[in-house]
């Protein structure tokens, strides 16, 4: 034992007989009435207690001035080297400060005038990931725990926190998710040439490392992936048969449609919806063809009327061949059987059935079309999921229509949902110019959703949109919390470079008539923590440059 | 003097935030937005208007180059010190992205206080320089003689206590709770003796402080009972070792002796607190002397000590030792110039000598907790469950804390032996702040080495690199 020096009488000539630690320990515990060390009781005009502790003493000095070095456990594996540049020190603080605002830390309540921090740090990791920066190391303890307290900053805190956190999460069981989180637990996957190696790991991994391997397969090498899947596809399980049958979305082509035809014919309903929806996205695919058949004879052009109007005459039946292409014949509570059935043939026929069954019209024209005994609403909506799922640029900016028109606003044929769905697929110009003109026309209170799906930092016109209807709401008096949300993507997705324009409204303004009682207050903070934020989001990009 | 381009880390401005609250919200006021008429003297005085809720902007100014420490002022109600407004003013300053101009003239509001404290600092000094005639040297005197007749009273009487407690085992110690003790520190009070007091009521917690506890409980009655003896032989001791009793009976001292003049390193500063008082510890190290001291500043209970130094930078400034044999302890005397950054660092040792530096510093002060060392090229490790974790022989000596289970160590990188952590490190965050930094590779901490093992304070990465802060 290297740590205390054994106490023997030798090496300490001052007390001849001194007892041992022990002895002192348990004569203490046990009280000196009971038991006197013999050593102690010869110590010449002291009381037993006295003297114990005068020893106790002495050996307690001893003791700690005699310590030595214990010896060393087995050193650790040293981390993976991180060949990233590390971030530069201004943009190391201000992570440090972004990661020190943990959500409930505050006081609550009312937001006040300064930034929520916490809101920022996903758009600070986004930032430093696309400039290929490495996490600053004494960082990562607070970048583990608050990518564990917050699943949706998980992706970007462990790309951002590279290989290090890994090793880190090997020795803290706090941090078990990123282990989980990365494919194999930051083991490697074989490469796409490593035939024998991929179809081991196949075989013999654990599910989310194969999910992982199929994935990144299909990514790169789409045909590969599919002939492992089909080498062991009667032998899953049937959730796990789901899982791999979603991964083929990526890379989706015709050389996919003899398996996905096999899999309409499956045992689970699940594995079979989900393979006539993949199949219903190919639009060459044979089930495409039969589901356009279907749906082009629900719906005809009627040039008996004045204008041509669109009938529709939904099917009668959902006969087995329908169900075996994926129509649900059952329709949840509260809808007909026939427009359900109709709206799922609508829905998978491939979009360009319609210009040849409706004269050759342009979509435009086709949405246009009046549509007879109130089919409209349900036409449209199941055009609306087919453009969304072909990702139909031409339809989906049919459907939306002009932003001014006051169906846009809904409740028309139209869901906002379902247009923000549709905005998605068209470019981040037309998509920002889009919502711009329907904030115009329409305002803020029903634009969050479409606000939600615009590329950041918005583009010119849409911030000045939206920071002109505030501006607007403001004058009128309302509170602005009705519109903080709203407030709170403009404050991450507006262009940093507005907060100069946005400076002027962050006076208190004179309060209208009719206004609220202290609102002209409350904007004015909700405006000064909109420009701070903005001047963070600004200092953020420019402590981030690119390396 | 001037400080021209000398900004300081965010870092630094941060760690002098009073408390977590209030380094989050100067954080938020960092940035340009809120400030209007922000300047600085180039000289560390700096000022500037932040806008608040209310109409009125608070004047904010900061004076780092003052020569008792970094002083604020704020028109702010906030009774923090510094308050977030302070705290942003800096950090703005600190980003150097021009919010803050150098070289400028200080508004009348701002020059108004700070001419004013130059001028008290100067009056200070003036005075600081004839020596504090007391009023009435035997009155004085007197009330001298009549503490320390109390103190004696005190110390008899606890000597007693102590007594009895070993005659009737400490066994029933466990039994007999808090209140015994709690009556006893409060004898301690009375007597004026507020370092026996401290003493005694931490040795009413140790029953309940888990395996282990009989062992403890020993060491500190033995310790106790040692400075009782001490101060009621003192007159019997050398000079040295009676300051030092004194001062740990708790006895109130002077710094005296000649100021040292150096550029210290403000290596770390941590809080302690119980329900009566903070304290905040700063440790320096000087360059040029290789000296490591002490600050204690203290703020009463729930109140931030005024006091606050950024870790990482370098004061020129002297500083008066406290009297007493191995006494590191100083006072803060005048600075000269605002601090800045350093890459300086302590010159570190190994393990075996960290240990053998305690040691030696117990023949000056055995109620010595710990001794500042500065370790180089230790990794941390973790120690494998070597054995029982219950450890009731003896978890006293390093080796004993080895056999915790989970426990970890600062091993050195070429020899075989390292320094257990101290089991209150072990729970701290700056652990795996540690951890991370060294990722399996050797590092330099400072920390304070004692018989509870080591508790680290800050690090170095190997290749240079900031102070990073571990309390």
């Not at chain 1, 004494?138 to 725990?145: I, Q, R, T, V, Y």
């Not at chain 1, 349900?378 to 459907?399: G, I, K, P, Y």
């Not at chain 2, 370092?195 to 029953?207: D, F, H, K, Q």
Request: some cysteine; glycine content about 8%.
């Amino acid at each position: 034992m290297p740590t205390n020096p054994t106490p023997s009488t030798s090496t300490v000539p001052t007390v001849p007989t001194a007892p041992s630690w022990d002895d002192l320990v348990t004569a203490a515990l046990l009280g000196t009435e009971r038991r006197a060390l013999p050593a102690i009781a010869h110590t010449p005009g002291k009381e037993a207690p006295t003297a114990l502790l005068d020893a106790a003493a002495l050996q307690t000095v001893r003791r700690r001035a005699g310590l030595r070095a214990a010896p060393a456990a087995a050193l650790p594996e040293p981390a993976a080297d991180d060949p990233r540049p590390p971030v530069p020190p201004a943009a190391r603080r201000r992570l440090a400060t972004l990661l020190t605002d943990q959500p409930g830390t505050g006081g609550g309540g009312r937001r006040g005038a300064a930034p929520d921090l916490m809101e920022l740090l996903p758009q600070w990791l986004a930032l430093a990931n696309v400039r290929g920066y490495g996490a600053p190391p004494e960082l990562l303890p607070a970048l583990l725990n608050a990518a564990r307290g917050r699943t949706d900053l998980r992706p970007q805190a462990l790309t951002f926190a590279g290989p290090r956190a890994l090793w880190l999460a090997r020795l803290n069981p706090d941090w078990k998710f990123a282990l989980r989180a990365t494919p194999g637990g930051g083991v490697s996957l074989p490469s796409a040439d490593d035939a024998p190696q991929v179809q081991r790991l196949w075989e013999e991994g654990l599910f989310a490392e194969r999910v992982a391997l199929l994935t990144t397969l299909r990514a790169h090498h789409a045909g590969t992936a599919l002939d492992l899947l089909v080498s062991t596809w009667s032998t899953e399980r049937a959730e796990d048969r789901l899982m791999f049958l979603d991964s083929l979305r990526t890379g989706l082509s015709p050389a996919d449609e003899p398996f996905l035809e096999r899999a309409l014919t499956d045992r689970s309903r699940n594995v079979r919806a989900t393979a006539a929806e993949l199949l219903s996205a190919l639009p060459e695919s044979a089930l495409a063809g039969r589901m356009s058949t279907r749906a082009a004879s629900c719906v005809a052009v009627d040039h008996t009327s004045d204008t041509p109007t669109l009938t529709v005459e939904a099917p009668h039946e959902c006969d087995a061949g329908m169900e075996r292409d994926g129509v649900t014949p059952k329709p949840p509570t509260g809808r007909g059987e026939r427009s359900w059935w109709l709206g799922q043939l609508v829905e998978a026929a491939p979009l360009a059935t319609w210009q040849p069954r409706l004269g050759n019209r342009t979509p435009t024209e086709i949405v246009a079309l009046p549509v007879a005994d109130d089919w409209r609403s349900e036409l449209h909506a199941a055009w609306c999921r087919a453009a969304v799922r072909q990702r139909d640029v031409a339809w989906s900016r049919a459907l939306l229509g002009t932003p001014a028109s006051p169906d846009a606003a809904g409740p028309g044929a139209v869901s906002l949902a379902e247009r923000a769905k549709l905005l998605a697929s068209l470019p981040a110009a037309e998509r920002a110019d889009w919502v711009a003109g329907f904030i115009a026309a329409h305002g803020l209170s029903e634009a969050f959703q479409l606000l939600g799906v615009c590329a950041v930092p918005w583009a010119e016109p849409l911030g000045r949109a939206v920071v002109d209807s505030l501006n607007i709401a403001r004058d009128a008096g309302s509170y602005p919390w009705s519109f903080s949300g709203v407030m709170g993507l403009a404050e991450r997705c507006l262009d940093p470079s507005e907060a100069v324009r946005l400076e002027a409204l962050t006076a208190i303004p004179d309060e209208p008539e009719n206004a609220s009682p202290g609102a002209g207050g409350y904007w004015s903070e909700a405006f000064q923590r909109l420009v701070t934020t903005l001047r963070l989001r600004a200092a953020i990009r420019d402590e981030l440059p690119p390396p | 003097m001037t400080q021209q381009g000398v900004r300081w880390t965010a870092d630094q401005v941060l760690a002098l935030a009073p408390d977590a609250s209030t380094r989050k919200a100067g954080s938020k006021l960092g940035v340009a937005g809120p400030w209007s008429e922000a300047g600085s003297s180039g000289e560390g005085a700096m000022w500037g208007l932040c806008k608040g809720s209310g109409s009125k902007p608070y004047q904010t100014i900061v004076d780092i180059a003052d020569s008792a420490g970094p002083a604020y002022k704020c028109s702010c109600p906030s009774r923090k010190f510094p308050c977030k407004h302070a705290l942003g003013l800096l950090l703005v300053w600190a980003g150097a992205d021009g919010t803050v101009p150098e070289g400028g003239e200080p508004p009348a509001w701002a020059a108004e206080w700070l001419a004013a404290r130059r001028k008290r600092a100067d009056s200070k000094q003036s005075s600081a320089a004839a020596p504090a005639a007391s009023a009435d040297p035997e009155a004085a005197r007197r009330r001298a003689e009549k503490r320390a007749e109390r103190i004696t009273a005190g110390a008899t009487e606890l000597e007693q206590r102590l007594s009895d407690l070993l005659c009737g085992g400490t066994a029933s110690a466990e039994q007999m709770g808090y209140g015994l003790w709690e009556e006893t520190a409060a004898r301690m009070v009375d007597a004026q003796a507020p370092g026996l007091a401290a003493r005694v009521r931490e040795l009413g917690a140790i029953p309940s402080s888990g395996p282990g506890w009989p062992v403890r409980l020993l060491e500190e009655c033995a310790l106790l009972h040692l400075l009782d003896q001490g101060w009621l032989h003192r007159d019997r001791l050398p000079e040295g070792l009676a300051a030092t009793v004194r001062s740990r009976v708790g006895l109130p001292s002077q710094p005296e002796g000649p100021p040292v003049r150096d550029h210290w390193v403000v290596l770390a500063q941590y809080d302690t607190a119980d329900s009566r008082l903070t304290t905040r510890r700063i440790w320096l190290y000087g360059t040029e002397s290789g000296r490591t001291a002490l600050l204690l500043s203290y703020g009463a209970a729930g109140r931030a000590p005024a006091l606050a130094l950024p870790v990482g930078l370098a004061l020129d400034a002297e500083v008066t030792g406290y009297p007493g044999a191995g006494q590191l302890r100083v006072e803060l005397g005048e600075q000269f110039a605002a601090p800045t950054p350093t890459a300086q660092r302590p010159p570190g040792v190994r393990p075996e000598e960290a240990v053998a530096r305690y040691g030696a510093a117990l023949r000056d002060d055995p109620w010595l907790e710990s001794w500042p060392v500065t370790l180089a090229e230790v990794i941390p490790a973790r120690t494998q469950d070597v054995r029982d974790a219950r450890g009731t022989r003896d978890t006293q000596g390093l080796q004993g804390l080895q056999g915790l289970q989970g426990s970890w160590q600062l091993a050195d990188a070429t020899t075989e032996s390292a320094l257990p952590l101290a089991p209150s490190a072990t729970s701290r965050p700056g652990l795996w702040r540690l951890i991370a930094l060294s990722g399996g590779a050797p590092l330099t901490v400072f920390g304070e080495c004692g018989h509870r093992g080591f508790t680290p304070l800050a690090a170095w990465p190997k290749d240079s690199g900031e102070t990073v802060s571990l309390c």
